[in-house]
C-alpha cells in the first residue's frame, strides 16, 4: 500500500495551479445521463473518485474516452440502470445517478450507500423529495429501487435540512420531469450552480440559480442536448494550499482560482493574520510568521466550509492561543484529531466541538489518513512537524486531491511517495 513519507521543516515557494472541482465534476458527470448525445468535459482532476464514476457510466452502458482531464461521455447506449454496490461502496457520491437514470428511464436501482468515516449520511432526503414527484420507492437487499414508468412530475420540494447531493439529484430529476419543480431550502453551493448552469444551457429553464429557492421547468421526458463544459477550479484544494502557505509561514501562489469560492477560507486566514495579493484568477499568500488563535464553526456555503475543517485545524495547531472549532454538518468528522495528538497537538475534543491548544512544535510519527480531508491535514502537519513523517492510508487522497505530492515538491516540500 501507498504512503507519503514527508521530512518537515521545509520552506515552500513557488506556484501551483489548481484543478478542476471534484465535487462539480461528479454531479456534471452523472447529469450526462440525462442526454442521448455526444458531451465533453474539461478540466477534471485527474483523480479516483472520478474514474469511478466514469466507470459506473460505462457499467450502465455509456461511451466514456476519458485522458486525465478530459472525458467525451454518450449516453445514447446506456441498456442497464443498475448502479451496483461494488461501485457504489466505494464512493458514496454514486448516489447521484438515481435523479438522473430514474428521470430519463422511468426506473432504477442503486445501492443503498452505507455510513462512511465522517457520519451517517443517509439519502432520506433525495428519496423523499424523489418520492414527491411522484416516484415510488422501496429498499430491498440493499438497494434502492425507484420506478416512475409515466416520468416524474414536477412538485414543491422543502428539504428539512441543506444537502448538496439532494439539491443535486433533485435539479437532475427536475429536468426531464412534466412540469414545475421548486425546491425551497436548496443548496448555494458553486458546485451546484455550475450543475444548475449546464442544465439551463441545454435549454431548461431554471430560476434562483445560487439562491436558496430553485424553480426547474422540465422537458417531460426530452432528453437534454449539453453545451460542452469546463470544470470550475477545486474550492478545497485551493483552500488547502493556502493553509499549507500559511502553517509554513511561505509564499505560494495559486493559480486558476476563483476567489469568490474560496472566500471563507481566506477571510478565515485574514483573521489569523495572513495577507494575500489577489489579481484575477490567481491569488498568493505572503509568510505569516505569527499565526493567531481563532474561532470556527462549519456550515453551509457561503459560510466556513467542512470540507475544510480539517486543513485549518492542522494550522491552528501553530498558533499562538487556543482556538475552538465546531463541526456542525457531519456528526463524526474529528477523526484526523487523534492522529494529529500523535504528532504531538494538543485537541480536546468533546462531540462537535475542539479546541486546539498552542504547542511549541509538532514531532513527526507514523499516522493513518481517515478520510479525504483529514489526509491532506496529516499532510499539512507533516510539513511542518519534526523529523520524518508517514502518511499512511493515503487511497483516501487519492479519491480528490490530483497530484498532491507533486504539486507540494515543486512547491520544494521534501515529499514522496513509496510502498510498503
Ligand atoms: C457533499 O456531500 C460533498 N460531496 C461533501 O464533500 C461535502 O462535505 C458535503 O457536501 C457538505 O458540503 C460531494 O459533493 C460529492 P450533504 P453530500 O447531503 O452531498 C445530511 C469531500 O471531502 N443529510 O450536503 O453527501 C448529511 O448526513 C466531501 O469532498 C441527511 O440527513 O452532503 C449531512 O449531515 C465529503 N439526509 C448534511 O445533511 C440526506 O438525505 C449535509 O450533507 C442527505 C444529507
Known amino acids: 500500500m501507498d504512503y507519503l513519507q514527508i521530512n518537515g521543516g521545509k520552506k515552500l515557494s513557488g506556484d501551483v495551479i489548481i484543478s478542476g472541482a471534484k465535487n462539480s465534476a461528479l454531479p456534471i458527470i452523472a447529469s450526462t445521463i440525462l442526454s442521448n448525445k455526444e458531451i465533453k468535459l474539461t478540466n477534471l482532476p485527474n483523480v479516483v ?30 441498456n442497464n440502470t443498475k448502479a451496483v454496490y461494488e461501485i457504489v461502496s466505494q464512493m458514496r457520491a454514486s448516489i447521484l ?20 468515516a465522517i457520519g451517517q449520511r443517509p439519502i432520506d432526503l433525495h428519496l423523499k423529495a424523489l418520492e414527491a414527484m411522484g416516484a415510488k420507492i422501496e429498499i430491498r437487499g440493499g438497494y434502492v429501487r425507484a420506478e416512475a414508468p409515466n416520468g416524474l412530475i414536477g412538485a414543491k420540494i422543502i ?49 434562483g440559480i445560487g439562491t436558496s429557492v430553485l424553480t426547474i421547468e422540465g422537458t417531460d421526458g426530452k432528453p437534454l442536448d449539453f453545451k460542452d463544459i469546463e470544470i470550475i477550479p477545486d474550492r478545497i484544494e485551493a483552500g488547502t494550499y493556502l493553509c499549507a502557505g500559511a502553517i509554513t509561514n511561505s509564499s505560494i501562489t495559486l493559480h486558476r482560482v476563483n476567489y469568490e469560492h474560496i472566500r471563507a477560507s481566506v477571510s478565515k486566514l485574514e483573521e489569523m493574520g495572513c495577507s494575500f495579493n ?37 494550522v491552528l495547531i501553530m498558533a499562538n492561543g487556543e482556538s475552538i472549532i465546531e463541526e456542525r454538518l457531519f456528526e463524526n468528522r474529528f477523526m484526523h484529531v487523534s492522529e494529529l495528538n500523535r504528532l504531538g497537538a494538543d485537541i480536546w475534543l468533546k462531540g462537535n466541538i475542539a479546541a486546539i491548544r498552542p504547542i511549541d512544535k509538532l514531532y513527526s510519527a507514523d499516522v ?18 519534526d523529523g520524518t513523517t508517514n502518511v499512511h492510508r493515503i487511497y483516501h487522497l487519492d479519491r480528490g486531491y490530483d497530484d498532491l505530492e507533486g504539486k507540494l515538491l515543486k512547491l520544494g516540500a521534501d515529499i514522496v511517495r513509496l510502498k510498503k
Open 49 to 78: 473518485d472520478i474514474r469511478t464514476l466514469l466507470k459506473l457510466l460505462t457499467m450502465l452502458g455509456g461511451e466514456v474516452n476519458h485522458d486525465k482531464t478530459t472525458a467525451i461521455i454518450n449516453n445514447s447506449s446506456i
Open 97 to 116: 445517478v438515481l435523479g438522473p437514470l430514474l428521470a430519463r428511464f422511468g426506473e432504477c436501482e442503486v445501492s443503498l450507500p452505507g455510513g462512511c
Open 159 to 207: 428539504f428539512d435540512k441543506i444537502t448538496v447531493g439532494g439539491t443535486e439529484n433533485i435539479i437532475m430529476a427536475a429536468s426531464l420531469a412534466k412540469g414545475v419543480t421548486t425546491i425551497i431550502n436548496s443548496a448555494r453551493e458553486p458546485e451546484v450552480v455550475q450543475l444548475c448552469e449546464m442544465i439551463e444551457s441545454a435549454g431548461v429553464k431554471i430560476t
Open 278 to 314: 489577489i489579481d484575477k484568477d490567481n491569488i498568493t499568500i505572503n509568510p505569516t510568521e505569527h499565526l493567531k488563535a481563532i474561532n470556527l464553526i462549519t456550515t453551509e456555503y457561503p459560510g466556513f466550509p467542512t470540507d475544510m475543517q480539517a486543513q485549518f485545524m492542522s
Open 368 to 385: 493513518m489518513a481517515t478520510d479525504l480531508r483529514a489526509s491532506s491535514a496529516l499532510v499539512l502537519a507533516g510539513l511542518v512537524a
